[in-house]
């Protein structure tokens, strides 16, 4: 999800779309309102609810909201005003994507703009949506996941007219059928696509592709997404300007060192509830993620162990205080090894069959790739379930492993994601859409673009407020010595941070 | 010095060859020779030849060396056995550097290279200038700077036969006349060129532009000579390719926020020797070198305050623990004020009015622009010289500030540059001149290039080994699987670190 | 709980018996149990039996176990198989309690002792009342607090015809009559006391004065029941030697230091679910609570500002880079407030009206007094139950403070104690048990002690193996040298660690 | 100097007068002014004085001052001038002591006190000694030590007319002379003795018993002294209470936690100049020393492993993140060794023969005797001067370790004792001598004491001013609740910090 390089993976087409359904259900944008207030608030809420119509499917029940108004499709309307509590809690936190809504509610800089969406259905997108609304787009959406809509909160959306088709458990079929909602409009074409996945963008460039050709710009949020618009690109049929969101500066800051610095921490008390105090640690990777649990651990008093075929990463390891080693010249002798690599098949059973008694396994890289779980499966080893994603994996000889989550993504299912990175991504969303609508003919080809950097910068800039921090601007004369502009951006475009 | 954005700063022509030899008298990357065994054995080593001749300028001495050589420039060719000492200790420090002369002294890479280089002549160098010719190269020397020459290094160099034309206290005619003995041989012909302040390179290309076009490439190491490189090119006039090594990854991180993690502390202790616990600091700028420094003082129990103009070096700021505020906000409650901007103008002498008693003031930046020192020449303010590097300012009620070294980049004076930074340097130094020499035609253009991503990482790779670091290597099976070479490079080009 | 001087608090004798079950509901030695193993066991294990059994008290029902033994009284004899498996999971984590016990079985250096207990009844004072069982003790226990037995392990202690009175969810009545079950026996006089709140003591020295005065000593664990010795001591009616083995070295360290370090993250996560980076923090009080919580947050990238009252403790957070400030000139801008003084009415009323909208509170302290809960239930402001452990306080103007745990300690209901703090405790109650009972006569008189500062080595000497940790041993010149004996004790009493 | 537990250790009457001058030389307290304004000032303040009057004994010559008094004996009285510019500039830096001055003042809490005192005699004792006579003392004094004397600061005090008797350069003649100078006085008998060393004390007690018994008190600062005062006492002969200045708790962490942590870095870079990232250390010991040493290193990018032979300390290094192991083990890895144990004997030349090329080794315990030096003056090791305090010792294979200060205390000879460590002192021991003068009848028997924890406390809050920092004060409310006085002492005598 992460690793900048994983741009290159191998991805065949074909299984593609059947495959990005089911692995985004543990996407990280969504894990805060799954673990946070939707469970809570489905279990009060939705009681009712459930209880009477759960069994028609949205898609076959009329619901008509106040106004009289029915082009929608949520789980039920009535939740409306439980929802729109949510969301007016997650507009007090995302105070950045408020401040942006303020400042440019008068100039309406997505005035003409008609995006069709496909991201979560959360009280912290429906922020955004509202944002892009007042910021003057008209916009149609569907959820990215089907498992991780709010119901109240598209009840909510429903409410105000916003033309919303999502809801928490859908098929399939209900899956491709809300996403066809917002594309297939008699009278109304969009022209920007806000997407999560890629599940939108390819549903209209194989469906609708006289409407692919007519787009202004595509914001995509994921990695896998991502990989699918430079395969387009690379296979010439990309022909719309697209924004990469995800390798933002602040965004992969945020995502990974930041967040990661404190989700390790979080994970591994709640799931295997060890002391981090003298223990030994192996940390298999060094980039973002690897940097921000080496430097939590460390910090928390444990001796921490890196792994890396990265000379360079390596390097920085060695230059923070961490011993560099191969993880089969430790792993005897460590107490907890956590991959943070992307790759693959990073802990074999040859590691764990070295680990001694309690040692605690975990993945906090990219899919379920790193640990190899499958050689566990064998008849000598049996598992335990000891708690939620904790499983003892028990050797003849009584030793036992501690295997986390099942070696898929740790603090996908064991933290939550804080509202700050939500609240990131949502304002980066949001530039990136107004950049893209209003950019200059010629400026943006038919290629996939990082977020300029002045972006990045402004995001960034719109962030500092909830710290009381106080930014320096630069004097003319100091602008002209350094031969920047006055308001940035402030660094050439290789600059590392 | 090691700002990326100050490539854009306005640099008049007619000025720059005058300044360069000046201001270079400062530069870091003579400073451990300076202040280490330089010194100290200059007033061992020296003390007969100084003595004895002194009077007449090595330019109007004959010497010959102990083989019957003449084809060189040096103070004393009588100092060669001590300074044949001192590069054999730098050999044994500089590992990465004799490792990379070891494995590739078979394959001669550097056969038919004929380099003239420009740099500074200390026993780190002869460690370079010798593993050049054990490579297969060709080489003539003169030195960069004017008082920097390890004389009795030189004279080590001289008895093996290397052409060198260097000594410590040269004139400025001296200086142009060592340059030019480089380059102005009968038979012999530069077709590579090694320069630190780009004076060497000028010298070919106004005074020879026959052979300027004959040459393969340049490989240019201090920020000063890649501006001229830059002016060069944007004037179409760089016919040959050059490699930037400054800004090289590796080189970057070491030279600025490694180094000044450990230098700012040293540099305060030696000049102010203040205690830094529980002090305030304000630092200037939250870039490699802020947070270098940043880190250092956090460590040792200060209270960090930043000042930052770009909004995400501010929020890792922020991140990092550190309040974010403007200098004038703090200033007046601050014990110690770093500037570390390589802007202008940065403290003022409106700062330093509202500063309070015993505060300290010093640049860890670029040049000495940061701190408004002139504002301090004013009648009503009393200088009292307090020991070397420290100055007391006094203002009438009797408040002193401490300024150290007059304002100048601190650490260059008041600390040392690790062996191992050398070593980074020279190894970089090394590979771009082995790139660049072998490169197929059409890899590189008239241009100036960043060291290519790969031999970045085999520079780290090589100095990992004296942290007893052990690195990881891909299985064909993971590098397939991350889309990569298995041998690196690892990262995009845009990757962070 | 963990103040020292708190020894000198009023405490009335009439209130204390009252108080002491209910507050020690939530006393952090029993957290571990409850909110991991216990709760989860008995949710799968105790189902059938609580739907059985539960109408019918414990005390009304006859049970025998295997061995035809009917000495105790616990739940449901039948659930002794899980928890014996508890028990050996337990057994595997406290590898130095067990060390202990393999070490001194041979010796029996408790044969001849008659222990009557009252603890928390937890797999892990299981293996510490096994443990004193195989040291040559015969053992009689109840539970120290009516809510935190984990009857499985009750059943498993009783199914060893250990003598075990203890069971979830007692009466005040059920509590009593199980401590006299313990003492009032035929035939059988205890000569030890190891006590948790000091019930068992009190029980004694009120109902069985005859039988006080033959005790050899008594092991007290928890504050209040030291506080109750002392007051016994100071009235002249403690005719017993006593240990207090709370304010041992190695308990204290790793109750409040080193666990709070890592809990104060744990609890504000799983309640508040804050990002730490960048957020301003105020820790009130820096005694050893303070200072783990305040390397925690700064570790994590928070800004902390500390108050105290005591001016060396004061030194250490400025020398540690902490500013110190009264807490009514930051409150207005912190965003977190953290009290653990041991103090009361640390946080008040108008302190909480200058909060800024969001701002958690919180208790790291001893009991719940430090904020002053009682003066926000006022008609003006609402309260909002938002999450277990999290209530919203909303002002007129709808500036919202989050409260946790309703001020109550925080640590205790919202994390858990490390094994590794209970194998503490565990081990420093065995060996001030066995050092009461051999102590030769003389050696202690009738008053409370702290632990010999040689057994308090010994602790964490056993508990070092856990970190493949090497000690050194002095040579017997060394030892000579430095006055000291080779074995220890190393220190004098007075030193600080 | 810093180990409490040495107060146990042998140290022969018979040699003890003798060392006691020799090794005083190298005593920290003196460190600050000898490497940074005494040479300075001697260097050019004392140039002419030194050509004139050198040849000269002070106490063969008579020298009046400006008052016509001549009750003193100085180097050289016309230097008074410049050593009153060197005392103020001391007290602008010792605001706690000045601030103390001031506020008793008026008091004169030492009217009638005649204090005969033995210390180092620089610009700060000046301070103090001034700070003496303002609160109603009248002194004479002698230095303790015969070369630390700031000949200018001597004289300044001479001219004000206090009866001072040192120089630098002093015999051991002189030595002895100067202290009978202040006790031989006809018509004045000293009450009470601030001493250094124990050498006052000592001269007082052999040569002038009846006035030895007439005195109130004696505060002693160093550890020699206070060994020899515990003698005295054990053999019963000590008939004056007496105050341990060394112990308090302010002054300890100070001296040896918060000092350390700066000094290590400082005296490393000065002497070694290694660069800290990325080398593998040994730390000796982890005692305040050692946990000063240890948290600087690894905060700098060091990886730390610590011996001890003290379990209780061993178990913080493994909760604070530190690979406790033996030296054998490790010591064939490590880049530096650092011994602080106040042991002997602890790196021996097995140890040595196994180091690695390179490795630095050097003491920041007590004495000489941590590194056995003498093992290495064998004839098959060649020692090679490299610089002030570092010496190679090479191996006949060519190995060098690099051994610094010839294995002394290196923070005495390669570092400087912050001001603010010394101001600690001074103020310690004023309160000290006030408390001793003006205690009721019966406070203090003829024992050795610590200092009181109120009078503790009292020098913190001195000091905190420095750091703007802001205490906060007990409610009447809270004291009672806490059973606290509301002015301290705040902890019980055995609180750890």
């Known amino acids: 999800m992460r690793k900048v390089y994983s741009l290159q993976i191998q991805y065949p087409e074909q299984t593609r779309e059947f495959n990005s359904r089911l692995t985004k259900t543990g996407r990280r944008s969504l894990s805060h309102s799954i673990s946070q207030s939707s469970t809570d608030s489905n279990s009060s809420g939705d009681s009712d609810a459930e209880n009477l119509e759960d069994e028609v499917s949205p898609r076959d029940r009329l619901q008509i909201n106040f106004k009289g108004n029915k082009d929608f499709c949520v789980k039920n309307i009535k939740l409306a005003d439980y929802g729109r509590q949510e969301i007016e809690l997650a507009e007090d936190e995302m105070t950045a994507l408020m401040a942006l809504r303020k400042s440019a509610q008068g100039e309406k800089p997505l005035a003409g703009a008609k995006i069709v969406g496909c991201t979560h259905v ?27 809509t709010q119901d109240e909160v598209a009840a909510a959306l429903a409410e105000q007219d916003f033309p919303v088709f999502a809801w928490k458990g859908e ?26 996945g890629g599940d939108m963008t390819h549903w209209i460039y194989k469906k609708y592709p006289h409407l692919f050709k007519k787009v202004k710009g595509i914001v995509e949020e994921s990695i896998t997404g991502i990989h699918r618009l430079h395969h387009l690109s690379k296979a010439g049929k990309l022909c719309v300007p697209a924004i990469n969101v995800n390798d933002s500066v602040t965004k992969q800051k945020f995502d990974n060192l930041y967040c990661c610095r404190e989700s390790i921490l979080d994970s591994l008390k709640r ?35 890196v792994t890396e075929i990265d000379p360079i990463c390596a390097l920085q390891a060695c230059m923070d205080g961490l011993r560099l080693a191969k993880l089969g010249d430790v792993v005897s002798q460590v107490d907890i090894v956590i991959t943070c690599t992307g790759n693959k098949n990073v802990v074999l059973r040859e590691h764990m069959d070295l680990m001694k008694n309690g040692c605690v396994v975990c993945n906090m890289g990219r899919s379920n790739t790193e640990i190899d779980v499958t050689s566990l499966r064998t008849p000598e080893l049996a598992w335990q379930h000891v708690r939620a994603q904790v499983d003892h994996i028990i050797w003849p000889d009584g030793k036992r492993v501690v295997l986390l989550a099942e070696g898929r993504v740790l603090n996908l299912s064991s933290s939550t994601v804080p509202i700050y990175v939500l ?25 996939v673009y990082l977020l300029p950097k002045k972006l ?32 940035g951006p402030f660094k050439p475009s290789f600059y590392r941070y």
Chains 1, 2, 3, 4 share one sequence.
């Open 456 to 487: 990045d910068e402004y995001v960034a800039s719109l962030h500092l407020q909830t710290f009381d921090a106080h930014l320096t601007e630069l004097t003319d004369d100091q602008a002209k010595y350094m031969g920047l502009n006055k308001y």
């Open 423 to 447: 609240s990131i991504t949502a304002t980066t969303q949001a530039l990136a859409l107004i950049e893209l609508f209003n950019a200059p003919e010629g400026r943006y080809k038919q290629d």
């Open 122 to 148: 959360t009280a912290q997108t429906a922020v955004l949506l509202e944002t892009l609304m007042v910021l003057g787009a008209q916009c149609r959406w569907a959820a990215c996941n089907i498992y991780s």
């Open 271 to 305: 799931t295997a509830d060890v002391m981090f105090g003298g223990k030994q640690v192996a940390i298999c990777g060094y980039g973002e993620v690897g940097k921000g649990c080496s430097a939590a651990l460390k910090a928390m008093g444990s001796v921490v162990y």
């Open 171 to 196: 098929s399939e079929d209900d899956f491709w059928s809300c996403i066809d909602h917002c594309v297939n409009v008699e009278g109304w074409e969009p022209n920007m696509i806000l997407d999560d």
